[in-house]
Nanobody, 118 residues
């Protein structure tokens, strides 16, 4: 069972930067995707950014140009560099991992809170 451990997050003023990191206990060989979701209480979890094992990245429109997702396969790590943060970026951020095969199950991190003050 893959486990994900997140670090980073915290309180920052609007316009500031934060970096989130997530380390996996293992990465099963084969195609996979890692990335970040975020969730505000009372709302659905939102996909923020993804990076495949091949290095392809995607972003939700609201963070394009401000956030950068990256991964280091040798360290089994995915990171999210967040810049020009806005109060609306305030949320709990969750790392995830999924093998991109039929029946691939999403594994979640425990979540880390990001709070952006105005």
């Amino acid at each position: 069972q893959v486990r994900l451990v997140e670090s980073g997050g915290g309180l920052v003023q609007a316009g500031g930067s934060l970096r989130l990191s997530c380390v996996a206990s293992e990465i099963v060989s084969g195609p996979n995707v890692m990335g970040w979701y975020r969730q505000v209480p009372g709302k659905q979890r939102e996909l923020v950014a993804t990076v495949t094992s091949g290095g392809t990245t995607t972003y939700v429109d609201s963070v394009k140009g401000r956030f950068a997702v990256s991964r280091d396969n040798s360290k089994k790590m995915v990171s999210l560099q967040m810049s020009s943060l806005r109060p609306e970026d305030t949320a709990a951020y969750y790392c995830y991992y999924r093998r991109t095969i039929i029946g691939g199950v999403i594994v979640w991190g425990q979540g880390t809170q990001v709070t952006v003050s105005s």
